[in-house]
């Protein structure tokens, strides 16, 4: 093929996208790379229009032309200048002259060219930059194309300020996880807490390049708190590389599961055969009080490993009384199951015909005919229900043919039964999967469907418990390449098979959005479609398009081409309702190796429907050559539109678009906004859209509605525009009209691309000038701080301290100079705003640690200490308190405070503080309140502040959760020593004991607190206090052996260690399921000297009682 001209070549260049046009050329100027005439193609073609010159700039980066790249990035066109200088290569023979010259760049060019240094990885220069004058968190960003060393030197200074720590954790994973080792090792819980926030963003990155490492990480940390939240979407990439450690960490994780949903659950299964017998014994056994937990993990077992697997999870616990959930039975092996059933059907509690006939499904198929053949005569619909459930699902869990035929065998006596009877029967079916659905003779399936089709009362619920059934064996008998025709005709006999209610009973096969979970083979595809053909047109005529729609969703885009759908979707097509042809025009253009010939179809078919969202979004994706439609002034008049013309507001995206399909849409869209007559918020949407165009008209974009409100979002639109280029001067002249508000914040994408030295200076002039409106002012000075100028550090400073300047703009300023603190006036500012005033305590409140390097924040946490007491600082102190320790002596001081509002926000700021907190400070503080609470008049008629307020800040002092206590042991002893002088304070000091109790061994704790309680009128209230505890403590996984504990209390015979003797009974007891030894301490209990204690003892429950 010879060279095409010019002419010739634009217009054979692909029509759909952009990325084709550039594979075209690229492929055109490589075949005809040593034709001498290609030189001036390109010439030409960069010359007819800037977007024909993008296509130059990809051509001569194949040729690796880079003469052809300098010429181009001189372009007039900003895209243009901006992909030629990113194609041309980077090369730097002084990386420090680099960085100079880096730092005096506008901030998007700088952007761009870290992106650059990011991907071609030059380490040299991202060094150099690192040493440069830039803020810290520009520097942070680029640490990823730095070497590992340097990652690691800059990683204590700069890790919190990275803006993507999982792209991070991509290249340097070693240095990423040396940075969270160092800041781990000797953290305290709270502070390991905000670690893992920290690092959760690289969890995944992390998991999977190294983890091992990782999960030994988490073990080794969080051994006693168990696995941190962020960490649970990767716990079982984590478990297959350290099964061990995880298993531990898994069993020590706190039982609040439900708050990942599934997810957890999901993870852990999918690698629980590949533990072993300990690792998975440690999970079961923290997850025995939940059978569908423990259902959930056995189900990731060979069956037959389920049975010692279960042995396992609750070896030590009696079972006798235990009753399991027909989930759990359900994923036991069958010897084991039946077993169970039998042991519960025998139980006292369920002697009822209700109870037999439920457990009865469970038992062995003689087993469960013998209790359940009884009851199918029964003159009550339930229990012949009840009886027909128990008989089928009894032979499907066998998952025995034979027993499987003699089950179904009986199927000819539902034909005379009630509605309710046949929907308890076929709900049985529910227990099988497909492989179990096939066992059944073919004949009985088709003589249940006929029962239900031929009876007048059939539901659609039993419809469904079929439907789904047969969905199931269907999808089963497909995806093992058999027939399917016998099952494709059973389902067409029962109404509603395609509609989703019937699809989704199917459950176990389908995944999120009713998709197959494993797709159907082609051939199957064609069976299950042409068995289904007569169906579908039958509701095709009834003028019902929702079984096809579902039946195209189930088989997958691939299959859409069938022509029993395509036939019926055309028909739903030319359908006269707008939802009917909305859904099946989505459907239709789902495949997406046909999506633009069916658009071009449907557009020539009816072109109103390109006033459909979807269809919009294709054409801009796929068919820009299409887009005429959304603007031509000939009415596209349909079953969607009128007569009238239409400019459809698309929702992108335009990349792709030709300057020729552009512009003339951002004409139409301009002189639609212009249009006073239109809706006022699609006239914004339009704007919005001319805002994202790549090639606009002369104009269009240009602020002259007579309305304020579109104009501002003109405005606003042609700053954030890639088609308009602004220069310092045209910004500066749009600051001097009305539209000044709505320019500053809008500005950032312009001020982005301007010189920063002059463009600081200009905007320090707005905000210095006052005469113009103070948001305006405060928004150039936000600028000013961005830009990070040398410069700029003297002027903020000049107008922070400024008493003349509005106080709006002075506080703007401060804020500001938090991107200058390595100036030494910035600084001095500060702290002089810290004695300011409310206004400026609230500024200085809102400010984050995460803003600014770690080098800072020590000195910045000292300015808050001496801020203004609001209570809007006092609470933000907490964040500072690691950094800055002097701020806990500030927090103590404002408790003394005469304000209520500053006292309240002291007691909180008490309980974000956390392990930050100087202890003997406090200790010196609570017995202050303490001494100050015992001095108050019992006779006042005043509520008593100083004992309300110790209430409140020992409940800020104890950590909400258990295992957090147990780090804390040593500090709540200190604190209940500092409370035992004080016997008003005698609640507060029960509460800091139990929380300070060694539970692994609490006799010597509890014998304490028995000692301090010593009133026995009061040991109700420690039997509560003391069982509100242990449920935390279950909920926790911290429960130890209380054996000896509770012998040795129940031994003393005073009321209160046999109150706390009590409560830990019932909760060892409920524990291992009241095995002899616990209830025979319970007999001990109930014959207590004291009579109120052996009360009660006879308040506790254990199930069944056996003598």
Known sequence: MSLPSLPALNRGLPVT??????????????????????????????????????????AARALGDEDRLRELAKHPSRRVRF??????????????????????????????????????????????????????????????????????????ELGDLVPNLAALANRHPDALLAELRRRLEGAPADRRSAIWWWVAPAARHLARHRPRELALLLAGSEASQGLPPLFRGVAGTLLAAAPEEMARLLAATPDDWAQDGDALRNQVRRHFRELNREQRALILRAERDDDRRVAALLRGLPPGERALAFSDAYEGVELRDREWSEELLDALPRELRETEAARMAALPANQGRGDQLRLAACLALG?????????????????????????????????????????????????????????????ALAVASGRTLDLIPIERLKKLAGILTDARDTSSATFMNLQGALWRLLVHRAQQGEPVQEQVELLTRLPGSCAAPAVLAAGRVLGVGGKLLLPIPAAAAKTLAAGFSQTLRSEADRGEYDQVNCLAVLLGRDRHDLPEITGILRRAIRSHDPRTIDRAILVWLAPVRTRGERLAGLLKLDPSFATLGHVQADICRHRPDLATILYRKIPISGRLHDETPYIGVAPGPFDGWLPEQSRPYSQALARFVDDETQDRWQRLAAVEVLGRLPWLAPDALEPDSTETVIREAQLTAAFRSPAVEWSLTDFLTVLDTDLASA????????????????????????????????????????????LHRPEAAEMLVDLAMDITVHRDVRLAATAGLIELLDDEWAWEALSEAAAGGREAARVLAGIDPGRMSARHRA?????????????????????????????????????????????????????????????????????????????????????????????????????????????????????AAALAAFPHTAWQHWQVLLAATDWNDPLTDLTELAEVVADPLRAREILELTRQTLKELHEARLCGDFAVATEELLARGDAVTGAIALALLGHAGDEVGWDDAWRSRLRTARSHPVPAVAAWAREIHVGSWTT
Not at 23 to 45: E, W
């Open 367 to 427: 087993d469960a005919i013998t209790v359940a053949e009884p009851c199918l005569n029964s003159s009550d619909a339930d229990e012949r229900g009840a009886a027909w459930r128990a008989i089928l699902a009894s032979a499907l869990r066998s998952r025995d043919p034979r027993e499987v035929v003699v089950a179904f065998a009986r199927i000819e006596a539902l034909a005379g039964e009630q509605d309710p009877v046949r929907n308890a029967a076929t709900s």
């Open 859 to 975: 000195r910045f946490g000292e300015i808050l200490a001496k801020t203004s007491p609001e209570p809007e600082l006092v609470e933000a102190l907490p964040k500072w308190v690691f950094w800055t320790p002097k701020i806990t002596g500030r927090i103590v001081e404002l408790l003394s405070s005469e304000e209520i509002p500053v006292r309240q926000a002291a007691v909180r700021a008490l309980s974000g503080a956390g392990s930050g907190l100087r202890w003997g400070m406090l200790l010196v503080a609570v017995a202050g309140i303490a001494a100050a609470a015992a001095d108050e008049p019992d006779d006042s008629m005043e509520e008593l502040p100083n004992q309300r307020l110790l209430e409140d800040v020992v409940a800020a002092l104890l950590p909400d959760s258990p295992r957090v206590r147990m780090e804390r042991r040593a500090r709540l002893k200190e604190l």
């Open 743 to 786: 320019a500053m914040l809008a500005a950032t994408r312009v001020v982005d691309e301007l010189p920063p030295a002059e463009t600081t200076k200009a905007l320090m002039v707005v905000a210095t000038d006052q005469w113009r409106k103070v948001n305006v002012r405060k928004q150039a000075v936000r600028q000013v701080a961005r």
């Open 83 to 156: 992909r030629a200088a990113a194609c041309l290569p980077l090369r730097v023979k002084d990386p420090q002259v680099f960085a100079a010259d880096y730092a005096a760049r506008p901030i998007g060019e700088r952007r761009r060219l870290r992106r650059r240094i990011i991907d071609e990885g030059h380490h040299e220069l991202a060094a150099a930059l690192l040493a440069a004058p830039l803020p810290d968190r520009e520097r942070a960003g680029l640490l990823i194309a730095c070497d590992s060393e340097a990652v690691a030197d800059h990683m204590p």
């Open 17 to 58: 996208s952009h990325s084709s046009r550039v594979h075209h050329v690229v492929k055109l100027v490589r075949t005809h790379a040593d034709d001498p005439r290609l030189p001036v193609l390109l010439n030409a073609l960069a010359g007819k229009s800037s977007y024909h010159a993008l296509l130059a700039v990809e």
